[in-house]
């Protein structure tokens, strides 16, 4: 899924935080403590993008 949110334009930390990641790149030290945004409105703007992708699939 990672790969595909690439593919659809999908910014690296909306990615991680859709998948629940924490990675050493994009959420430590005091980024971590710091940044409490919870990208709520851009993971269901990419669930939403993975979901017409998965559709046009479909139809393959």
Do not use: P, Y
């Not at 334009?9 to 990641?21: D, K, M, Q, W």
């Not at 924490?22 to 940044?35: F, K, L, Y």
């Amino acid at each position: 899924m990672s790969t595909g949110f690439q593919k659809l334009g999908v910014r690296f930390e909306v990615t991680e935080a859709t998948l629940n990641h924490i990675s050493g790149m994009s959420r430590a030290g005091v980024a971590d403590v710091r940044q409490q945004h919870d990208w709520k409105e851009e993971k269901r703007e990419a669930l939403e993008k993975w979901a017409r992708h998965c559709k046009t699939l479909r139809s393959l």
